[in-house]
């Protein structure tokens, strides 16, 4: 059993859909999401994404801890206190996270979700 796999590069043509559960709600962001590994038990994925400036109300599914490379948004949860995010930050968005996230400069993002 492999227990060390390194990610490849982002040659691979990436997936150019909208995130499921997120809503453009100003300008007309586009996405990007590169899918490097998923666990061989299939609850963990690893990736990509990157999206051009606008926002979206996203609604989540699934743990997220997130590196930011480039870029900056504000997250706002419904009801909540906005989070600005900038390259270099690192966070994580809970499963029950609902709320908009103002891509404010074209961001990169290095993700990890766990699926189950």
Known sequence: MQTITKLPATDSAPST???DGWIVTEG???MK???????AA???????????VGSYHATYTAY??????????TITPDGGTPVT???GDSFVVEP????TWQ??????KHFDFRLK
Do not use: Q
């Not at 999401?33 to 666990?39: M, N, P, Y």
């Not at 609850?43 to 990157?50: A, L, Y």
């Not at 029950?96 to 709320?99: E, I, N, P, Q, R």
């Open 33 to 39: 999401t590169w899918v490097l590994h998923t666990s």
């Open 96 to 99: 029950t996270f609902k709320g």
């Open 85 to 87: 995010v900038r390259a």
């Open 64 to 73: 997220e801890y997130v590196v930011l490379i480039a870029g900056r948004i």
């Open 103 to 108: 891509i404010e400069e074209n961001v990169r």
């Open 42 to 52: 299939g609850d963990m994925m690893s990736g990509i994404w990157e999206c051009t």
């Open 17 to 19: 859909d909208d995130l």
């Open 28 to 30: 007309s962001p586009r």
